[in-house]
């Protein structure tokens, strides 16, 4: 009777979470269950983040599977409430109400109870005649020594009320001052609130937040290693912050450097630029329609490329200036020596093998690859800005082309070779 009883308990207060979550889906629901406190399903999830306590299942008569069930003590809520609220969680605790027993219809009285009635009525009137003529009879034989009174005694009721709301106001402000930052930025802005919470919407999803001086960050969706070695505590929010905020850690450029025109070296001598922004390209009949893009503009020449996520957190939280977005975005069409340092030959790579030439079939400039006994490459297609980056500004070099478009290519060759040694030599053995 005893199980039965307890199960139809745990069956009412999961139909209450489910019925209270369609009124606060953004809450936390923390339900009372005699000396435990429990949270089901979803909020059972997030809690065991924010808290480090095990999820166990429970199952119940009239769910198909069971239940994520988060429980810890009744005693434990001053310890993991806090933890819940400064997480940046909305917390809503549901406690029992008992309802007071339907009171049995009293059935008409007759005449013989009247009778016992009057006869009881009349007992009690003596009993208490009689006793109060015993306590006069001994408050005048024997008066108490006045004794000291207590603080409680001396103060009024109301007074001792007041004191306690006091205290209880007080306490509450002390639980609710600013906590202390996680982390202080190369600018110092202050990182607070940091943690991981999970979709409600894609259980499977997980997504990183913070707080930087009271304003908070878009959520970014964790990769799964991430999110294990944080829920294991081998990866700190600073750490995370890093990974996925980089560009808010990094320390500002002066507004100085967003002021145009600016100038920049380029292989006739200086390129000013005069106007520099980011736009959304709006034509639908472009393959890059709804992204968005830098757009440059120097003298009569007008430039527009599509600006990656990393380069545009950088241009909006000033940590790059516009010449440096240029300069990465732009450099190889403004045939700056700069932007093909980049391009390097794997290690190891002969580059005299090096092949640049006008092929006859099409009369186009090509480049390709001899490696020796490893093979050759296929030839690839010269853009105009890098042709005339190698033959008429001469900032780019030979190898520095051919691991522009080769190296994949190479890459590959070399693994394949490898691969084979090793399985040679594994037959050998």
Not at 69 to 78: G, I, N, S, Y
Not at 114 to 122: A, G, N, R, Y
Not at 186 to 196: I, L, P, Q, W
Not at 237 to 258: D, G, N
């Amino acid at each position: 009777m005893v199980k039965k009883k307890n199960a139809e308990q745990d069956v009412g207060l999961v139909r209450m979470f489910n019925d209270m979550k369609k009124k606060h889906p953004d809450a936390l629901l923390l339900f009372r269950n005699g000396n435990f406190y429990e949270m089901y399903k979803e909020d059972a999830l997030k809690a065991s983040v924010i808290l480090a306590l095990k999820v166990s299942d429970k199952i119940l008569p009239l769910e198909n599977d069971p239940i994520k069930l988060l429980t810890f003590p009744r005693h434990e809520l001053d310890k993991h409430l806090p933890k819940l609220i400064r997480s940046g969680q909305r917390v809503a605790i549901c406690e029992a109400i008992d309802q007071p027993k339907l009171m049995k219809k009293p059935r008409e009285k007759t005449g013989e109870d009247l009778k016992s009635q009057d006869k009881v009525k009349k007992e009690n009137n003596l009993n208490q005649e009689t006793m109060a003529k015993k306590k006069k009879e001994q408050a005048v034989q024997e008066e108490p020594t006045k004794t000291v009174k207590t603080a409680a005694e001396e103060k009024p009721a109301k007074e001792m009320k007041s004191e306690q709301a006091t205290e209880q106001k007080a306490e509450a402000k002390q639980e609710r001052k600013p906590r202390e930052p996680q982390m202080i930025t190369a600018n110092g802005e202050k990182v607070s609130h940091g943690h991981a919470f999970q979709s409600t919407t894609n259980p499977a999803d997980w997504y990183f937040t913070a707080k930087m001086d009271g304003v908070q960050l878009k959520p970014q969706k964790m990769d799964a290693a991430d999110l294990a070695a944080y829920q294991k505590k081998e990866m700190t929010v600073p750490q995370l912050m890093e990974r996925y905020y980089p560009t808010k850690l990094m320390p500002k450029v002066s507004e100085e450097a967003f002021q145009m025109p600016k100038q920049l070296s380029g292989p006739d001598g200086a390129i000013t630029i005069d106007k520099f922004n980011v736009y959304k390209e709006k034509d639908e009949q472009r393959p890059d329609y709804g992204k968005y893009k830098f757009y440059v503009q120097m003298g009569d020449t007008k430039m527009s490329a599509v600006a990656s996520r990393e380069d545009l957190n950088a241009y909006f939280d000033r940590v790059v200036s516009p010449t440096q977005l240029v300069e990465k975005n732009f450099g190889e069409r403004l045939h700056l020596q700069s932007a093909y340092e980049k391009y390097q030959l794997p290690e190891g790579v002969d580059p005299k093998g090096v092949r640049v030439a006008k092929d006859h079939s099409d009369n186009k400039w090509k480049v390709s690859m001899d490696l020796g006994d490893k093979g050759k490459t296929s030839k690839h297609e010269l853009s105009f800005d890098d042709g005339y980056s190698l033959f008429k500004a001469k900032t780019a070099t030979r190898e520095q082309i051919a691991a522009k478009y080769l190296n994949t290519e190479i890459s590959g060759m070399l693994s394949a070779v490898t691969n084979k040694l090793e399985k040679s030599a594994s037959m050998k053995m």
